[in-house]
């Protein structure tokens, strides 16, 4: 079992619990971050444990994660809590639970029973406690200030809103110098040149986003650099052109989720984590779906039909992988390029690997009739 040291540290996960049903979990600890070094038991800084109450953050092992995962799959996400036992006079079941193995807790034998003996904490959605404190999680996984990430051109504003250190890698390692705006900074300053937008992932409903939603607007609007966004950036991205969103009862997280290229007819293994959906049946005039997923039919990325902005819900940067739609990342640069070398300094649609899924069937029709 690997890659759950990059889930833990996913950002997309702020004010969350994962629950992690692999019985190895923990067999090789984390790496040291700082390290771009392959995650092996020889490289292990510490143990999970140790790492994890290094981070402040809590953690319970010995529970029944996969009895967890059939009541999601059965009634949807749904709001979660560790709660701690009251003092040991008052816990009736003390006796029964100190004589298990100390890896494994003896099931209740009632619902009435085992709550008695717990402490009674109401149950809080997190996104409200974050709108109710006026703390943004956006604010916290971002970055304070303006940072230049590489002295190569051609140059991208980021908006980060929850970025990752692999996506930074897919820009620096294809040449291109990131200017990283932050939600304090004015938007679009013509004081800072840039050749295109990048807007990141990030944890959020993304309905509570309006001051973001308002700046990706404003960049659409003034439709003078190509815009790629990634997973929550989607979902405001589509909220910028007028589209809706939803909260997805069963939400699409996991390494191999198949996703189909809705201009080439492609079909791709994608890294996901998201629990909102953009509204496919929203989309205003000028705005068309570009990924679809191949399991449930959800909405998996969208594009501009004569303008070079386009988002996917998906992750092409994921790591371990996979990297089949790492090329989104050439995508956009091409698109900045393009837009950069012409004389009309005109914008164009996006256009992606493969061909177009029409060209290809009216191909493939002469083929056989001939």
């Not at 820009?171 to 938007?187: A, H, M, P, Y």
């Not at 996006?350 to 009739?369: F, L, T, V, W, Y």
């Amino acid at each position: 079992m690997f890659g759950y040291t990059e889930s833990l540290t996913n950002l997309s996960y702020e004010g969350q619990t994962l629950a992690l049903t692999h019985p190895l979990i923990g067999d090789y600890g984390p790496a040291n971050p700082l390290d771009d070094l392959p995650l092996e038991h020889s490289l292990a800084k510490s143990s999970l444990a140790a790492w994890l109450k290094e981070n402040g953050v809590p953690a319970i092992y010995g529970v029944g994660t996969r009895v967890l995962t059939k009541k999601i799959r059965k009634k949807g996400s749904t709001l979660g809590q560790i709660a701690g036992k009251k003092s040991r006079s008052s816990c009736r079941l003390e006796t029964s639970y100190q004589s298990a193995a100390p890896s494994r807790a003896l099931s209740p034998n009632s619902r009435s029973s085992w709550r008695e003996d717990y402490l009674d904490i109401p149950f809080s959605d997190p996104i409200e406690l974050i709108l109710l404190l006026l703390l943004p999680s956006l604010s916290r996984v971002s970055t304070k200030r303006l940072v230049h990430l590489c002295f190569i051109p051609p140059d991208v504003l980021v908006l980060d809103v929850g970025m990752k250190y692999n996506q930074i890698r897919c820009f620096t390692n294809r040449g291109v110098e990131l200017k990283d705006s932050t939600l304090e900074i004015r938007f679009l300053s013509d004081s800072e040149p840039y050749d295109g937008i990048f807007v990141s992932n990030g944890p959020e409903d993304p309905t509570t986003v309006k001051e973001t939603i308002a700046r990706i607007s404003r960049a659409t609007e003034r439709a003078d650099r190509p815009i790629f966004g990634i997973c929550l950036s989607h979902q405001l991205m589509a909220f910028a052109a007028g589209a809706t969103t939803s909260k997805m009862k069963y939400e699409n997280r996991g390494h191999n989720i198949p996703c189909t290229d809705a201009l080439s007819g492609r079909c791709y293994i994608t890294r996901q984590n998201h629990g909102f959906q953009v509204d496919a049946d929203t989309f205003p005039s000028g705005w068309k779906e570009l990924f679809g997923n191949a399991n449930n039919s959800s909405n998996e990325g969208i594009h501009c039909v004569d303008k070079p902005f386009f988002s996917v819900q998906f992750h092409p940067e994921s790591t371990p992988g996979p990297r089949d739609t790492e090329f989104l990342f050439d995508v956009f640069i091409k698109n900045i390029v393009d837009h950069a070398t012409t004389t009309t300094n005109s914008l164009i649609s996006i256009s992606m690997p493969g061909g177009k899924k029409r060209r290809k069937r009216q191909a493939h029709s002469e083929s056989h009739s001939q």
